[in-house]
């Protein structure tokens, strides 16, 4: 069982950085899968970045935030972290930390994942 809080959300403006964190429980973390979703009122849920487990360091991004956006892992500290820069008012949304085993398919995809944080709102304004 892990556990994900995610913190960092806010108000920012057009142009402006955000840091999100996530936090995750337990001592497994590193065998973990870690990607960034987010969710915009009325629409669905959609991946935004993801990390692959270890330390190995491959990463991968949406099309629409590739070159702004930046993931990381921090085993030791059980943390990833979602670097937001040149944030656009379409950003706006519910951000969600998940954390996904080896086996549970593509990064790509929220069904691949097996445990959910509660999310943290970001708002950008224009």
């Known amino acids: 069982q892990v556990q994900l809080v995610e913190s960092g959300g806010g108000l920012v403006q057009a142009g402006g950085s955000l840091r999100l964190s996530c936090a995750a429980s337990?001592?497994?973390?590193?065998?973990?899968?870690m990607g960034w979703f987010r969710q915009a009122p009325g629409k669905e849920r959609e991946f935004v970045a993801a990390?692959?487990?270890?330390?190995?360091?491959?990463?991968y991004y949406a099309d629409s935030v590739k070159g702004r956006f930046t993931i990381s892992r921090d085993n030791a500290k059980n943390m990833v972290i979602l670097q937001m820069n040149s944030l656009k008012p379409e950003d706006t949304a519910v951000y969600y930390c998940?954390?996904?085993?080896?086996?549970?398919?593509?990064?790509?995809?929220?069904?691949?994942?097996?445990?959910w944080g509660q999310g943290t709102q970001v708002t950008v304004s224009s």
């Open positions: 337990g001592n497994t973390f590193s065998t973990y899968g």
């Open positions: 990390i692959r487990r270890w330390n190995i360091g491959i990463t």
């Open positions: 998940a954390a996904k085993g080896p086996n549970s398919g593509t990064y790509y995809r929220t069904e691949a994942y097996d445990y």
